[in-house]
């Protein structure tokens, strides 16, 4: 499709969300008991300003950092837009980070909505005379393949289908080491027979090609999404960003006890608040991996023995021990074998970065809520965090089946039995609907007219006839469940439609923006789509947005 993509945006509470967590909910009200864990609240204009102000960036790191990414973006063909950004980077603009995983074919919908919200944010901070650019930050050194390997986009008949990448590497490595072979042609032509020739399919198979890696992929493939925003982007497994985070990295080895005591500090912290750990924080916890036989693998402090060991690579059996300054001298020669857990890797990425403010969801944000406690210990300045745009989207075939029905976005998060039954009711025949109406009414208005009588007579009565109204609404009630199960088995369309609404909105039992391949939207409703959305964000609406297209 081509031309201007219209958007009709309605808000919708995070809590109406299942499994939204209270975590997230408090945060977004910055109620009382959750700033101890977050010092700025989500308001990016409330504290923008000040924050600009106090942030401090070493010059030379500035300079390093910027030529680093400069030369990545330039090999993934960076448009004139985010050359322009670098040059700013470079001139002492600071960053509005985001960043995702490397999920094949650009991963999930909420991706793209992280990185329009770097740049939305952006340009706001510039509106009000802080200069500052989008950053969206590749977690290439992420080591879980089958989170990354695979999508799902919907088929002719609004079903999803799941494509997956068969490459490979060590297991355990990081998905930087994941080189793409012939076998991803056949799997890029599957999703383009699902999306149809566009210009995203024609960026699929011009970044998801072999010889790339996957994180390369996804960088080639996003460089060309978000060319008009010049997004700058940044691959984390690069070695010489290694180098230059290479004292955060000792830090975390030299305060590893200190930073462990913290960490559970804040742990205890957060559930005597009634919240949780989105990571469960050990005494021998380190924030640190090492790279092992191509593996990234877990090191793990220990007690001190008569040969000083105070560390231990992998777990038992097979683990390797070794003594505090071994460590360090291996973090000294060769940083790149090494790599920040979840907890450490915002503290890296803003040593790395002069991060204003980062943007992210839910998980990110109770992450955060634990982060501080390492903040506090290594920069000292604990970066805060925005929450992103979150939405989700409704075709015009979707539309006309909610109208059909009427219901609305909400009712599918019910799951997709409960949808049935719900589309069921809603098909009945219609004598057959008034019917029941009429029998419920006729029993409400029978009851009410006995006890009133009954109360003149025995007050004693009215519990009694209470119960009897109740025991002959459950009847009907059950009579009433029977009649559209039969009406489902009778209407395979009432069937399908359910699946297909359940698949569209609430794929898994989970928001489509987590379910659906952000590649979907785009090759369906063009690239336009994106700078309708663009325009639609509000940052300071921090619901969940239901968009109509």
């Not at 998905?175 to 042609?185: A, G």
């Not at 997709?416 to 098909?427: D, K, M, N, V, W």
Request: charged share 20%.
């Amino acid at each position: 499709m081509s031309g201007e993509q219209a958007v009709k945006a309605q808000c919708l509470p995070f809590s109406q969300i299942p499994h939204t967590t209270r975590l997230f909910t408090d945060f977004l009200a910055y109620s009382p008991s959750v700033q101890p864990f977050y010092p700025h609240s989500p308001h990016f204009a409330e504290w923008s300003k000040a924050e600009a102000s106090s942030l401090q960036y070493d010059p030379s790191r500035r300079e390093r950092v910027s030529t680093i990414l400069e030369r990545q973006n330039r090999s993934w063909d960076a448009s004139p837009q985010t050359l322009a950004n670098l040059s700013r980077l470079r001139a002492g603009a600071a960053a509005i980070v985001t960043g995702q995983q490397v999920g094949l074919f650009g991963g999930p919908m909420f991706a793209i909505y992280k990185a329009l919200t770097a740049v939305k944010l952006a340009e706001e901070a510039t509106a009000t005379g802080i200069d500052a650019v989008p950053v969206f930050w590749l977690a290439t050194y992420d080591h879980d393949l089958a989170e990354v390997n695979h999508v799902s986009i919907p088929g002719s008949d609004g079903l999803l289908r799941t494509l997956t990448s068969s490459s490979h590497g060590v297991p355990g490595a990081p998905v930087s080491n994941v080189r793409l072979r012939e076998e991803i042609l056949p799997v890029v032509e599957e999703a383009v027979s699902l999306l149809g020739d566009s210009e995203a399919s024609q960026f699929l198979r011009e970044s998801y090609r072999p010889g790339e890696t996957l994180g390369t992929a996804f960088a080639r493939f996003y460089t060309r999404l978000f060319s008009q925003w010049g997004v700058i982007l940044l691959d984390a497994s690069d070695a010489e960003l290694h180098h230059v985070a290479a004292p955060i990295y000792r830090a975390a080895i030299e305060r590893a006890e200190d930073l462990d005591t913290a960490l559970l500090a804040r742990g205890d912290a957060l559930e005597r608040a009634g919240y949780y750990q989105q990571v469960k924080v050990t005494p021998s916890s380190v924030l640190l991996f090492a790279t092992r036989d191509g593996a990234r693998t877990a090191i793990h402090r220990r007690e001190g023995s008569n040969k000083g060991v105070e560390f231990a690579i992998g777990g038992e059996p097979g683990a390797e021990r070794i003594s505090s300054a071994e460590l360090l001298d291996r973090i000294a020669s060769a940083p790149e074998n090494f790599s920040p857990n979840v907890l450490l890797r915002p503290v890296v990425q803003d040593y790395l970065l002069p991060t204003l403010a980062y943007t992210g969801g839910a998980a990110e944000a109770a992450y955060f809520a634990q982060v501080g406690a390492v903040y506090e210990k290594i920069p000292g300045r604990v970066t805060p965090i925005v929450p992103r745009f979150s939405a989700t989207v409704v075709e015009p075939k979707v539309q006309r089946w909610l109208g059909q029905y009427g219901i609305t976005v909400r009712d599918a998060f019910d799951g997709p039995e409960a949808l049935r039954q719900t589309l069921a009711s809603r098909s009945l025949p219609a004598g057959l609907q008034a019917a029941f109406e009429r029998a419920n009414q006729s029993v409400e208005e029978s009851f009410s007219g006995l006890q009133e009588a009954l109360a003149k007579l025995d007050p004693t009565l009215v519990e009694a006839s209470q119960t009897g109204a109740s025991k002959v609404k459950y009847q009907l009630d059950r009579l009433r469940e029977r009649a559209m199960a039969a009406e489902l088995r009778r209407s395979e369309v009432v069937s399908r439609h359910a699946v297909a609404l359940s698949q569209a909105l609430y794929p898994e039992n989970a928001l489509q923006e987590r379910g659906v391949a952000g590649i979907y939207f785009v090759a369906r409703h063009g690239t336009e789509l994106l700078r309708s959305i663009y325009d639609t964000m509000r940052t300071d609406c921090r619901d969940h947005q239901i968009l109509e297209l």
